[in-house]
């Protein structure tokens, strides 16, 4: 059950790749935080109950509902185009994706050899995602797609760290703090309605003269 | 009993700011602060051991953020007469518990929380970088947020793969950690991710771009906390994982990273000072320039790790010194252009002097200890046999010394009569960090 689940979930970052629409992006991340909340039911006996409870509410509640509620009142709110607006072409994305893909399962099953206890599958799916996240952030102008991105990322590593768990429990809890970064940048774009794309301070004829 | 009052107090003055009537008494609150701060950070260094659970290393940082947090407490009475009174109150609340962060990632050994409470002074910084809430300066913001955000969470990808190179009895307590039996593979994969998501809050290159615009569009003494301690507090888990790497027989890999982001972000700041118009993105380059200094020396290794320690020591002081000089001449001229500002010796002469002291003083002139620092640098570089990269350095702090000079100069000339006065606090704050940092580049401290 977990390898679908977790195969389900790489299937969701081809998704990413291949999408234009912001909406979308969000429908992708609700799949996502189901499918992060299965894994956790999945590793309840990994847990204590409380961390458990807390962890399965986060996933559902925050990562489910809550994020992308938020982020479709933001891109309401604030009158924001609805195309992704990406730098490079959905067949170069879906290009690198498969690279990525490549790579990261080379690594899980490299990591195998050199730690027994690693689930190679959720680890590569896990790698790959942190990596297709950091890519969304780099090849996209839209700070409302850079944080979509940043959303992906996180979501690889509550992966990864459901798959490290096992040995170090409170370490899940430590990396939902990200979520609170999180919330503060969602609430920084929603509140503040800052433009949704910034010029480089530093790049010629966009000096600052203040 | 010390650490307990040092967390309590910024929680308790927090809530009594929330019914304080008056800019003056908010920043009497934070001057208490900051007088506890460094009672506390005397007392623990004439007591060594005897601060909870805080080693040298943490109380060596705490005690720069003491010094610095003093001169900024002083340099802040009277200058908030303009702000509104909410504003000024929840800026009040937050630079106290960005200090509290701060202080936390100093006295913890648990790698966990120490990436816990760097995180914790990304958000509480965030709000007193957007201080100004002008368009630049939210912007600033979110900037240091978002890109800081991405890099505590690759950070804590380093910390995950931190847990898998331990085969057995895993801990991120730097007291139990085994590290004869730590695999070798993943500790590298975990220290290569650790280093580039601190290494982004350091403000190492490549994932520098945040520093210029917080530093420029924070406050002046916002700037020089940023500037001189919590790059400091970013740089803390980076050492602390050095020494496991040290122990565990992989200092070169370390070494040979921390020397390529060392040069990288060393190349960017002299390529950035040369086309840039703002005097206080000039300083925040200068930050980077200096940062990438760091990581150079202990890149190094042997004596140029003193001069690494030392460098964090004077860079931190002279930096502070220098942000709360711009912060003067900003009072003065309420403009950031460097082109717009000239006759500073006119306008107010102390300042001028304050400046052009920090300014020798950053470049490494004596008695800064930073002279001292560049030394042992260059002497390491040439006894290890780095001649070329030695002299491509000289060459880029030449390029950087000389356009700092150029734009610092320029805006001290000129004439002009209209004197302005500004506090006193603000001429003693400075002149105080300087004076400390004289005196240390002529009594050098041991470091063990």
């Known amino acids: 059950m977990l390898e679908i689940l977790v195969l389900a979930f790489g299937v969701t970052l081809l998704f990413a790749s291949v999408t234009n629409m912001l909406h979308s992006l969000i429908r992708i991340l609700v799949v996502q935080g189901l499918i992060l909340f299965a894994v956790t039911l999945l590793k309840s006996t990994q847990l204590n109950w409380l961390s458990f409870g807390f962890i399965a509410l986060e996933t559902l509640i925050f990562k489910t509902i809550l994020i992308p509620w938020f982020l479709s009142d933001t891109i309401r709110h604030n009158a924001i185009h609805r195309e992704v607006e990406a ?47 950091l890519f969304i952030i780099i090849a996209n102008k839209k700070l409302i797609t850079h944080l979509m991105g940043y959303l992906i990322m996180e979501n690889g590593i509550f992966l990864l760290s459901l798959a490290v768990g096992g040995d170090l429990p409170h370490i899940i809890s430590l990396g939902i703090s990200l979520d609170i970064m999180l919330s503060v940048l969602i609430a920084v774009l929603f509140i503040k309605r800052i433009k949704s794309t910034f010029d480089d301070a530093d790049s010629p004829g966009h000096l600052r003269e203040d | 009993m010390l650490p307990i009052i040092l967390f309590a107090y910024p929680i308790l003055a927090s809530l009594v700011a929330l019914i304080l009537d008056r800019n003056l008494k908010l920043e009497l609150l934070v001057l208490l ?18 601060l909870g659970s805080m080693d040298d ?17 002083f340099y802040r009475i009277n200058s908030g007469t303009e702000h509104a009174l909410k504003a000024y109150r929840i800026h009040s609340i937050f630079l106290m518990l960005f200090i509290a962060a701060m ?4 006295l913890v050994k648990d790698i966990g929380l120490i990436w816990v409470f760097v995180e914790a002074t990304t958000i509480t910084s965030a709000m007193l970088i957007s201080f100004e809430n002008s368009k630049s300066s939210l912007e600033a913001a979110w900037k240091y947020l978002f890109i800081c955000s991405v890099g505590i969470a690759l950070a804590f990808v380093g910390i995950l793969l931190f847990v898998l190179a331990q085969p057995e009895q895993a801990s991120l307590h730097l007291g139990k950690i085994q590290v004869h039996t730590l695999s070798p593979f993943w500790l590298k994969l975990s220290f290569i991710f650790i280093l580039v998501g601190f290494g982004t809050k350091i403000g190492l290159a490549p994932l520098h771009f945040w520093l ?8 002046a003494p916002v700037s020089a906390l940023l500037s001189g301690a919590l790059l400091n507090t970013a740089l803390l888990p980076v050492l602390r994982i050095d020494r496991i790497m040290r122990n565990a027989g992989m200092g070169n890999l370390a070494q040979d990273l921390y020397l390529v982001m060392g040069f990288l972000s060393v190349f960017v700041a002299t390529v950035f000072i040369l086309k840039t118009r703002n005097y206080k993105r000039l300083l925040a380059y200068s930050s980077i320039e200096n940062m990438g200094l760091i990581m150079i020396a202990f890149g190094l290794g042997g004596v140029a790790i003193y001069a690494g320690y030392l460098h964090i020591l004077g860079h931190s002081l002279v930096k502070a010194a220098f942000f ?39 470049l490494g002139f004596p008695p800064s200890p930073l002279f001292v620092s560049k030394f042992f640098i260059i002497s390491a570089m040439i006894s290890q046999g780095y001649i070329l990269p030695m002299i491509a350095l000289i060459l880029m702090l030449a390029v950087i010394a000389w356009s700092m000079m150029r734009i610092s100069l320029g805006m001290c000339c ?23 940092a004289a005196i240390l580049g002529i009594w050098l401290p041991a470091f063990d």
Not at chain 1, 92 to 102: A, Q
Not at chain 2, 103 to 106: E, I, M, N, S
Not at chain 2, 212 to 219: I, K, L
Request: glycine share 6%; aromatic share 14%.
């Open chain 2, 103 to 106: 202080d936390a990632a100093c």
């Open chain 2, 57 to 73: 290393l943490g109380l060596f940082m705490f005690l720069i953020t003491s010094f610095l947090y003093l001169a900024v407490a």
């Open chain 2, 212 to 219: 210029p615009d917080a530093h420029s569009e924070a406050p």
């Open chain 1, 87 to 133: 730098y490079v072409s959905n067949f170069f994305s879906l290009t690198l994706m498969s690279v990525i893909f490549l790579g990261s399962f080379a690594l899980a099953i490299f990591s195998e050899q050199q730690s027994g206890k690693l689930f190679p599958l959720e680890f590569g799916i896990a790698f790959a995602t942190i990596i297709k996240g």
């Open chain 2, 324 to 362: 709360l000089c711009a912060g003067n001449i900003l009072s003065i001229y309420h403009d950031k252009h460097h082109a717009n500002i000239n006759s500073l010796f006119n306008r107010n002469r102390t300042t001028a002097w304050l400046w052009l002291l920090a300014l020798i003083m950053i």
């Open chain 2, 414 to 436: 000129g004439e002009n009569q209209n004197k302005a006065r500004l506090p006193l606090w603000t001429y003693l704050s400075p002149t105080a960090l300087l004076l400390i």
């Open chain 2, 33 to 50: 602060h900051a007088l506890l701060h460094i009672s506390i950070g005397i007392y623990g260094f004439l007591n060594r051991g005897n």
